[in-house]
């Protein structure tokens, strides 16, 4: 996640994925329930956009980490 945070060039990519992990503990059950995956997304884009300003860049960004999750966990 960090790299991709970086690669998409997120301001402070270290703090922004400390904020994605605490988001992924509390919603654990984001595989799970589609309420779950709403709010860690929500939680996820607060995240980003603590640090970063562009809503395209942050929109993009957040897609891009749900799909890498989805084909990693494609059940």
Same mark, same amino acid.
Do not use: Y
């Given at each position: 996640? *960090?790299?991709? *945070? !970086?690669?998409?060039?997120? %301001?402070?990519?270290?703090?922004? /994925?400390?904020?994605?992990?605490? $988001? =992924? $503990?509390?919603? /654990?059950?984001?595989?799970?329930?589609? $309420?779950?995956? +709403?709010?860690?997304?929500? %939680?996820? !884009? =607060?995240? *980003? =956009?603590?640090?970063?300003?562009?809503?395209?860049?942050? !929109?993009?960004?957040?897609?891009? *980490? =749900?799909?890498?999750?989805?084909? !990693?966990? +494609?059940?």
């Amino acid at each position: 996640m *960090l790299c991709k *945070l !970086t690669e998409d060039g997120i %301001q402070n990519p270290d703090k922004v /994925s400390a904020k994605i992990r605490e $988001a =992924f $503990a509390k919603h /654990s059950g984001w595989k799970d329930g589609e $309420a779950e995956l +709403r709010e860690l997304r929500k %939680q996820v !884009t =607060f995240a *980003l =956009f603590s640090e970063e300003d562009d809503l395209e860049k942050v !929109t993009g960004t957040v897609e891009s *980490l =749900f799909v890498l999750l989805e084909k !990693t966990f +494609r059940k």
